[in-house]
């Protein structure tokens, strides 16, 4: 198995090496091949895995396969842990990556910087294997950190875009914010469990009940903040989301593929990974769900004002993140997985379908240009209402399921505030179908809005952008029926996942649930089904029905709208008070610290001292031999003398 | 019989003739070396006299070695000299003072 598992690591690696170094020398039909046939190879190799871990019930694999660097008695290795988590994950990330591998093929194919995209994304999908395949701690922060490296490399692929190379700048300084929480949150399981092994660190869990760091804070909850902080920057949580939206700067693939279907989720996957931990601490798990539910409310409103394609779908990824951490909070671990699972499809779908949508437009992202193109592009138009469908949890779809079980293990959790949180889910729904619907009303139906140049190119995009959104809308319509049996409620999680007893959402939903199909048919008497239909219809009637209400309600309401176009002033706090606290700071430094004081007093200072001492001794040097001669003369007689009359006179033995 | 101390207030007398040659002429720089030159010779009487006084023949060596250095320090002194006057015209000391600070 071992062997199993470094090809499925390896293969994107080596395809990532041949596109990024060969790719000019091969040509772009080998590079998207050899990258292909990497990912391809992992892919099924993770099926293998999957069904050899999850479905078969072997267990777990955790095995160092080399030492990485050594010191003292602290040793870290790279080491691969694969359970029925990891399997999951492999799984979703092996699948999408190799769905938008094959549909980069059509989207990239007249830019310039083909095979470059081909090794970055190949490279991606390595840092993602790591990410999730990671047995300890330090191997997890290098593919987190690998996986942000790529995010920005391909945030800002455009490089001769300005706003591309501002986006990216922004999310690796974003991130880095995050990373220092991660850290911090690492070095504390350091030095107090003196390893970084997981497996050892939750075998050592008692060790630490109790303790206490800096004033009362326990530590367990201590870790548990920093590392969410972590989470919170890479699965952009509220404050450190400002990120996310810009990131759409960057191709449509790598949208659907990091920011929305995977790296984002990597928050998600820590935190579940370490529920042992985070189990042990109520203050934590409250934390993450006040902030998934936030994230997931005022986000989601957020979409509703955006016209921008892409922008819509990031402030949607946004607010499911935000349900997954709610999820987190309250102990759903593996519904948080389980709507990971789901969103990754349907939202790489929703992603893949924008991007085809926008080359077709030929490269137009506003939605109030699009309109009407149902006839024009069929299979894309099918396509996104799946996914539209999944995101807003229509009875029956993926996200039907997911969602609905966030909502009833948030309805059943013990903690403070989550009768707030709740509610703030239940409105979410409500947002949900609002601005995916009025996305969807404006892209496809109704007028026509598109300029007369571009309608009479319109058609339907080439194969290799179809066939990865079909084979997407498949799971995204189906996955969540015939997975959330087993993977919540028959054990395929249960072995990665620990769960305090007095945490009792899991154990309700467990016995409420009779089956798939009877959700369907409970769904109608419930709230998130009617607001859910509230919200299709709202946006039926603002973006098709009646379209000057839209308009009057932003007049009528011009305050709240300022608040959600300026997307409640984040990025404007950020400049204020960050950026220009850090300029100022820098300023400080430069101009009193650096040439103030290291320039003109310690370099300049130390020149004018020896200068002032020179010009003191200076006159007595003029340059005329006879007063060199003089000075000589004159020291060596007061030598003399000095020799003569001191003590121990060595002339004085001699005979005259 | 002359004794040591005759040599060593001839050669104090020849020394001290030298420096104030070094210091009173402001004239000429071959007046310079030659009062260098003195003042090498007294160094060498004291030298010869402590030698042969002391039964030491290391003195009379070293003033071999004296002998040939100030020969080579007036060959080469007078070489500069030349080029001196001709850069400059002169060999007057006061206008020698390039290196004051």
């Excluded at chain 1, 902080?229 to 990091?258: D, F, R, Y």
């Excluded at chain 1, 957020?302 to 990031?314: C, E, S, T, Y």
């Excluded at chain 1, 969807?440 to 080439?462: A, C, I, N």
Aim: net charge negative.
């Amino acid at each position: 198995m071992k062997l199993l598992y470094l090809t499925i690591v390896l293969a994107p690696l080596i395809g990532s090496f041949f596109a990024g170094f060969l790719g000019n020398i091969l040509g772009r039909k080998a590079t998207h091949s050899i990258t292909i046939l990497g990912v391809l190879i992992s892919t099924v190799l993770s099926f293998y895995a999957f069904n050899y871990h999850v479905l078969e019930g072997n267990d777990a694999f955790n095995q160092n396969i080399y030492t990485w660097l050594a010191f003292g008695d602290l040793s870290i290795s790279v080491g691969f842990l694969v359970d029925n988590l990891t399997a999951v994950m492999l799984v979703v990330v092996s699948f999408v990556s190799l769905m938008v591998h094959i549909y980069t093929i059509g989207y990239m194919h007249d830019d310039d910087g083909y095979t470059k995209f081909f090794s970055y994304i190949s490279l991606f999908t390595f840092a993602m294997f790591m990410l999730v395949m990671s047995n300890n701690f330090m191997q997890l922060f290098f593919g987190w950190e690998a996986v942000g490296l790529v995010s920005y490399l391909l945030i800002g692929f455009w490089h001769h875009k300005e706003s591309a190379v501002e986006a990216n700048l922004k999310a690796f300084l974003v991130n880095r914010v995050g990373d220092l929480g991660f850290l911090l949150g690492i070095a504390l399981v350091l030095m107090y469990f003196n390893t970084l092994d997981y497996v050892q660190v939750f075998n050592n869990l008692n060790n630490i009940a109790g303790i206490t760091i800096v004033d009362d804070w326990s530590l367990v909850t201590a870790i548990c903040i920093l590392l969410f902080i972590g989470a919170m920057g890479k699965s952009a949580q509220v404050p450190l989301h400002v990120w996310l939206p810009g990131s759409m700067e960057g191709p449509t693939p790598i949208s659907a593929l990091i920011h929305a279907a995977t790296m984002v989720t990597a928050g998600i996957f820590m935190v579940s990974r370490m529920s042992p931990l985070f189990e042990l601490s109520e203050t934590a798990l409250m934390f993450v769900m006040i902030i998934g539910a936030i994230t997931a409310l005022f986000m989601g409103l957020l979409g509703i004002v955006q016209n921008d394609i892409k922008r819509v779908v990031a402030y949607s990824t946004l607010s499911q993140l935000g349900y997954m951490t709610v999820a987190l909070g309250v102990s759903a671990y593996s519904v948080a997985i389980f709507h990971l699972m789901t969103h990754a499809f349907f939202k790489a779908l929703l992603f893949l379908a924008a991007g085809s949508v926008i080359v077709a437009m030929h490269h137009e992202q506003d939605i109030r240009k699009m309109g009407g193109l149902k006839s024009k592009m069929p299979i894309t138009y099918w396509t996104s209402l799946i996914g539209t469908l999944a995101l807003i949890g229509f009875p029956g779809f993926a996200g039907f399921y997911s969602k609905d079980m966030i909502i009833e293990a948030v309805r059943y959790s013990q903690l403070p505030y989550a009768d707030w949180v709740y509610i703030a889910v239940i409105a979410g729904v409500f947002i949900t179908a609002f601005y995916s619907f009025r996305m969807f009303f404006m892209v496809f139906h109704g007028q026509s809005r598109v300029d007369k140049h571009t309608e009479s190119h319109l058609h339907e995009s080439p194969w290799s952008i179809t066939i990865p959104l079909i084979a997407l809308a498949i799971p995204s319509a189906f996955i969540g029926f015939y997975t959330i049996e087993p993977m919540l409620f028959t054990g395929w999680l249960e072995s990665a996942i620990i769960i305090d007893p007095s945490h009792a959402s899991m154990e309700i939903l467990k016995s409420n649930f009779i089956s798939a199909l009877e959700l369907i048919s409970h769904s109608i008497v419930t709230w998130p089904f009617w607001m859910m239909f509230l919200g299709v219809i709202t946006a039926w009637v603002f973006s098709l029905y009646r379209t000057e209400w839209a308009d009057w309600i932003k007049n009528k309401f011009k305050g709240l709208n300022y608040i959600l176009e300026s997307l409640y002033g984040f990025d404007r706090l950020n400049e204020i008070f960050f950026v220009n606290g850090f300029k100022r700071l820098g300023e400080f430094f430069w101009k009193v610290t650096d040439a103030g004081f290291i320039d003109k007093t310690l370099v300049n200072g130390s020149a004018k001292l020896a200068g002032f001492f020179g010009s003191l001794i200076r006159p007595i040097q003029t340059g005329f031999v006879y007063h060199y001669a003089f000075f000589m003369i004159l020291s060596l007689l007061f030598i003399l003398t000095w020799v003569l009359y001191s003590g121990e006179n060595p002339l004085l033995g001699l005979p005259f | 019989m002359i004794s040591l101390s005759d040599y060593l207030i001839l050669s104090s007398i020849i020394f001290c003739i030298g420096l104030v040659g070094i210091f009173i002429n402001r004239k000429n720089i071959i007046t310079l070396l030659m009062c260098v030159e003195l003042i090498l010779a007294a160094v060498n009487t004291n030298f010869i006299a402590f030698s042969h006084f002391l039964g030491n023949e290391a003195g009379q060596i070293f003033v071999f070695f004296i002998l040939t250095v100030a020969a080579a320090e007036v060959a080469i002194g007078l070489a500069i000299l030349t080029l001196m006057f001709r850069n400059r015209g002169s060999i007057d000391i006061d206008i020698t003072s390039s290196l004051k600070g």
